[in-house]
């Protein structure tokens, strides 16, 4: 008996204390190799989830297909995957969405870092969802450390309406949320509407009584755009032009069967034009 209360490796506590290194390293595993797919899913830009992601589909969904191949390469990672609870297995869907998130986070802390406090620009844009909700983006613009200037996006908030007034407190908030002043801005990027654009009421005018210097540049691509519509109405042929185009775009881009016949007609009239330069080669 003595013995058995020397030998304190033995104790029912020195046990738990094992069992819970044990359990907190198998935990650790299967995290990490959750945050291994996640990231590379979101770094390519792929949907997490499928449509039918129980064990007897065969295709369950990038994420659960991934993490099984990457479990499948590593013993370790398969051997707590296989082992683990059924209420601790870390790739449920909410699991995901944490994941997800921690990592969009921990972009926005590095693009702020990266920011360093400087001034920046603005370029803003709003549009309805599926759901018919309206959402307005946010992306920043500036000059970092090693003198690259770098767009960023920053985040994505559903607006109540799209007032200049509502899209500037969701600005002024979201720069808040991030511990960015908003007298910091030294631009701002808008299209053409008259919410983002007006000269009394417009979103450029309210952040510029605020800062009067974000100064306003018109979106280069709207620029273009109305540039060309402009040019369309006043000349004919280029209105004809574009007619063509958009009938051509709407046929071919409507049927697989049309892509072939173009796509084979190309290849033809390729195969012509070569035979006609090894022709005049060969002539020479």
Same mark, same amino acid.
């Given at each position: ?55 007897? #589909? ?17 013993? !370790?990672?398969?051997? =707590? ?7 601790? *297995? ?8 944490? *994941? ?29 969802? =599926? #759901? ?24 994505? =908030?559903?607006?109540? !309406? ?13 720069? @808040? ?25 417009? @979103?450029?005018? @309210? ?34 032009? #574009?007619?063509?185009?958009?009938? *051509?775009?709407? *046929? ?9 016949? @173009? ?13 006609? =330069? ?7």
């Amino acid at each position: 008996m003595m013995l058995d209360l020397d030998n304190q490796a033995q104790y029912i506590l020195a046990s738990f204390d094992k069992q819970s290194e044990k359990t907190k390293n198998e935990y650790r595993v299967r995290l990490n190799a959750s945050i291994d797919v996640a990231r590379y899913l979101l770094k390519e830009g792929l949907p997490f989830r499928g449509h039918d992601e129980s064990e007897t #589909f065969t295709r369950r969904g990038n994420f659960l297909d991934l993490l099984k191949w990457y479990a499948d390469r590593k013993e !370790d990672v398969k051997k =707590v995957l296989e082992n683990a609870p059924q209420n601790d *297995i870390m790739f449920c869907p909410n699991v995901q969405k944490d *994941i997800v998130n921690c990592c969009a986070k921990e972009t926005l802390k590095a693009v702020v870092e990266d920011l360093n406090g400087d001034y920046f620009g603005i370029l803003v844009d709003e549009s309805k969802d =599926v #759901f018919h909700k309206e959402q307005m983006i946010l992306v920043l613009r500036y000059v970092n450390k090693e003198g690259r200037l770098i767009e960023r996006f920053l985040s994505v =908030v559903h607006v109540k !309406d799209t007032s200049a007034r509502s899209l500037k407190d969701a600005i002024c908030s979201l720069l @808040l949320e991030h511990n960015l002043s908003s007298s910091h801005i030294r631009g701002q990027g808008y299209d053409g509407a008259s919410t983002m654009q007006g000269e009394f009421n417009g @979103l450029k005018i @309210l952040i510029m009584k605020d800062t009067p210097s974000a100064y306003s540049v018109h979106c280069f691509a709207h620029q273009l755009q109305l540039t060309l519509v402009a040019v369309a109405k006043k000349h004919h042929e280029v209105d004809q032009f #574009f007619d063509i185009l958009a009938n *051509i775009l709407n *046929i071919v881009g409507g049927f697989f069967k049309h892509r072939e016949m @173009l796509r084979d007609d190309q290849i033809k009239k390729l195969e012509e034009l070569l035979m006609l =330069v090894k022709f005049i080669q060969e002539a020479d």
